[in-house]
């Protein structure tokens, strides 16, 4: 056992992506590389960067005693735990946790090395023509033209291409002064801005595959179980519809309950928004109310003149200093359009699938069984309310929360229904930063949203926009982490499941994923304590999250390789902050980028309707700064005058 190989694991806190290097002990953990040791008595160190300020310079190490796996603590500020116990020293033994800071760790040994590190999480790509991702696509598409000729040759050989030789191809060629590409609610807001700030309809396009801008997120809030009637993980004040954010979606609401004679509910809104989160739980806005509204201020911009549908496949600079993009408008049918300014907001372009799950589907080719939350899933409630059974549930997340509470819904047309929820490891502290740690409750961590609520405009935006990249790593690596909305009535469920022996938690690392000759799925897990297990369920339901990664899109990781963009340590787009892609500068041409394709840059909450709506406040300052054309920087005066019109559903 002198050089003893050992595999950790862990979910990357600030993004819950896998992590799972495989290293030689001894191995020394810590927050600055030149304090850890290079050698220990001679043998060469293994040295593991944690980025967070919870985590000492150096911190741990491991080390072989007597053949034994042993973890030290080095004196650190926040010490080390082992099995959610803090200890000084500890034997390790194999499929321990091991919490350093944010990081929960689990430590493998003894096992066959040899075998290849398992590969991190499959995606699947969406399918934007059907309601459901195609798990027949593969998990990373090649970049390829529908087209023999589509895009041209020189789209790949130039790096600005001329105009002329667009015209040459004899494809239709148009021309506008803003361009977003995605035309989904980023896309969105950067329009509705740019109307309030003074363009006109015709001077701005919006390419996408559907026509509402929400549809993309509506059907993911339906098939993760968040019915129009549920409410959204969002702030009362983050309104897409109205970038004021007054007057917000609780004094809306509580405006229609009280108009219906609904008293008590409309005080309780504005109860919860004056309380918040100390003596009230957080207030939510219905899915349906945001949807609605969104409609509404469509409709008073003219977005449907605005959208136009199509298939962006390649984004270029042109000689003249602007950009061309390369799009399909039906099969055989393409074009280019050609602007100055760009906006880039493309979203969530895959789920992220566990890959033993992903294995398992492509061997047995059985979709129903196994699914993903983000996918259409309706017939696994359906078929458990009709017969019982039994559904593993895999994440921690808000989703699972969603996931719990719609099979507690289920068990009351069928008692006979039961929940294995499988975490990789015990949870038992949340997240710490400077005086604030975030509560722990039967394993989920708790936060009213995904980030702290100073990430949108408090001192922790502020924080962030002003630090280098290795201390934005740092600093989102502290706030982030998978976290549950504080609500009492999923706190209630979970306690009366664990109560009445129906939602059960069970810990362990998976090995595999078979089908019995029942049809019925068998996880394969090693758990700490009792070695390897078998757990029996009818349907498996995996709530890991999606992917936002440039490689998970063909169309920005060809903008990437052709333009040789810097990627951020989340393999996100570098962004300055006023989200511009400085590297696509243009002459007088400018490219902005905004949502989850940002992730790691000045701005935590990128993902978040309060998040798109600053990435576009600053964009568009931005233009008004280098006089683009048709914008006026809002004044208190024009601000107000746009609000009367919002009010009041007029154009602007």
């Known amino acids: 056992m002198t050089n003893l190989q050992v595999q950790l694991s862990w979910e990357d806190p600030a993004t819950g992506e896998r992590r799972e290097p495989q290293l030689t002990a001894p191995i020394a953990f810590g927050r600055e590389f030149?304090?850890?040791?290079?050698?220990?008595?001679?043998?060469?160190?293994?040295?593991?960067?944690?980025?967070?300020?919870?985590?000492?310079?150096?911190?741990?190490?491991?080390?072989?005693?007597?053949?034994?796996?042993?973890?030290?603590?080095?004196?650190?500020?926040?010490?080390?735990?082992?099995?959610?116990?803090?200890?000084?020293?500890?034997?390790?033994?194999?499929?321990?946790?091991?919490?350093?800071?944010?990081?929960?760790?689990?430590?493998?040994?003894g096992v066959n090395t040899s075998t290849p590190v398992t590969s991190p999480p499959s995606m699947i790509q969406f399918n934007p023509n059907t309601n459901n991702p195609d798990p027949s696509l593969p998990p990373t598409p090649p970049i390829t033209p529908i087209g023999s000729n589509f895009p041209p040759q020189f789209f790949q050989t130039e790096e600005k291409v001329h105009i002329q030789a667009l015209h040459a191809t004899g494809l239709p060629v148009d021309e506008c002064d803003y361009l977003a590409v995605g035309a989904g609610l980023g896309s969105f807001i950067w329009v509705d801005l740019l109307r309030i700030s003074g363009v006109r309809v015709e001077k701005i396009v919006a390419v996408g595959l559907e026509a509402e801008p929400y549809a993309r997120y509506k059907r993911l809030c339906l098939n993760s179980q968040i019915p129009l009637h549920e409410r959204l993980r969002s702030n009362s004040d983050s309104c897409p519809d109205n970038i004021w954010g007054w007057p917000s979606y609780a004094l809306r609401e509580a405006w229609r309950d009280l108009g219906k004679g609904q008293i008590n509910s409309g005080f309780k809104y504005l109860w919860q928004v004056f309380a918040e989160p100390t003596f009230a739980e957080t207030y939510t806005p219905r899915a349906g109310n945001v949807f609605n509204s969104i409609d509404r201020e469509a409709k008073r911009i003219g977005w449907q003149q605005i959208y136009r549908y199509g298939r962006v496949r390649a984004i270029r600079k042109t000689e003249d200093g602007r950009y061309c993009i390369a799009y399909s408008r039906s099969p055989g049918n393409y074009a280019f359009l050609v602007t100055r300014y760009?906006?880039?907001?493309?979203?969530?372009?895959?789920?992220?699938?566990?890959?033993?799950?992903?294995?398992?589907?492509?061997?047995?080719?059985?979709?129903?069984?196994?699914?993903?939350?983000?996918?259409?899933?309706?017939?696994?409630?359906?078929?458990?309310?009709?017969?019982?059974?039994?559904?593993?549930?895999?994440?921690?997340?808000?989703?699972?929360?969603?996931?719990?509470?719609?099979?507690?819904?289920?068990?009351?047309?069928?008692p006979k229904i039961t929940v294995l929820h499988l975490m990789r490891s015990p949870k038992p502290q949340g997240n710490k930063f400077q005086k604030a740690q975030r509560p722990v409750k039967n394993h989920y961590e708790f936060q009213p949203f995904n980030w702290p609520k100073a990430c949108w405009g408090g001192e922790l935006r502020v924080m962030l926009e002003q630090a280098s990249p290795d201390e934005r790593k740092r600093l989102l690596t502290d706030w982030g982490g998978t976290t549950t909305a504080d609500r009492h009535d999923w706190q209630n469920i979970t306690e009366e499941g664990l109560r009445e022996g129906w939602y059960q938690i069970t810990f362990g690392e998976v090995l595999s994923v078979e089908r019995d000759n029942q049809n019925r799925t068998i996880t394969h897990i090693r758990e700490k304590g009792f070695g390897e297990m078998?757990?029996?369920?009818?349907?498996?339901?995996?709530?890991?999250?999606?992917?936002?990664?440039?490689?998970?899109?063909?169309?920005?990781?060809?903008?990437?390789?052709?333009?040789?963009?810097?990627?951020?340590?989340?393999?996100?787009?570098?962004?300055?902050?006023?989200?511009?892609?400085?590297?696509?500068?243009?002459?007088?041409?400018?490219?902005?980028?905004?949502?989850?394709?940002?992730?790691?840059?000045?701005?935590?909450?990128?993902?978040?309707?309060?998040?798109?709506?600053?990435?576009?406040?600053?964009?568009?300052?931005?233009?008004?700064?280098?006089?683009?054309?048709?914008?006026?920087?809002l004044n208190g005066i024009g601000s107000f005058s746009q609000w009367l019109k919002w009010v009041f559903n007029r154009s602007p």
């Not at 989200?579 to 394709?597: D, H, P």
């Not at 993902?607 to 054309?629: E, H, I, T």
């Open 342 to 414: 760009l906006h880039l907001a493309t979203g969530y372009p895959a789920i992220q699938f566990l890959p033993d799950l992903q294995a398992y589907r492509e061997k047995y080719q059985d979709f129903k069984s196994v699914v993903n939350a983000y996918e259409e899933h309706d017939h696994v409630y359906e078929l458990l309310e009709r017969q019982g059974g039994t559904i593993l549930l895999r994440g921690r997340g808000i989703v699972a929360s969603r996931i719990v509470q719609r099979v507690y819904e289920a068990r009351k047309k069928n």
């Open 534 to 633: 078998k757990l029996t369920a009818d349907f498996i339901v995996d709530a890991t999250g999606l992917d936002a990664k440039v490689q998970a899109s063909p169309l920005l990781e060809d903008l990437v390789k052709h333009y040789n963009l810097p990627l951020n340590h989340l393999g996100r787009l570098v962004v300055a902050n006023n989200f511009e892609l400085v590297e696509m500068r243009n002459t007088k041409g400018q490219m902005y980028a905004a949502g989850a394709i940002t992730l790691g840059g000045p701005y935590a909450a990128v993902d978040s309707f309060l998040g798109l709506q600053y990435a576009v406040l600053v964009a568009v300052d931005g233009l008004a700064a280098v006089r683009a054309p048709g914008v006026h920087r």
């Open 34 to 109: 030149a304090r850890l040791p290079a050698e220990l008595s001679g043998q060469r160190v293994s040295r593991m960067l944690l980025n967070s300020s919870e985590v000492s310079r150096y911190h741990a190490l491991i080390n072989l005693e007597q053949n034994q796996l042993v973890v030290i603590d080095q004196g650190s500020v926040n010490g080390v735990f082992v099995n959610g116990q803090k200890q000084q020293r500890s034997i390790l033994n194999n499929g321990d946790t091991l919490q350093i800071g944010p990081y929960m760790i689990t430590v493998m040994f």
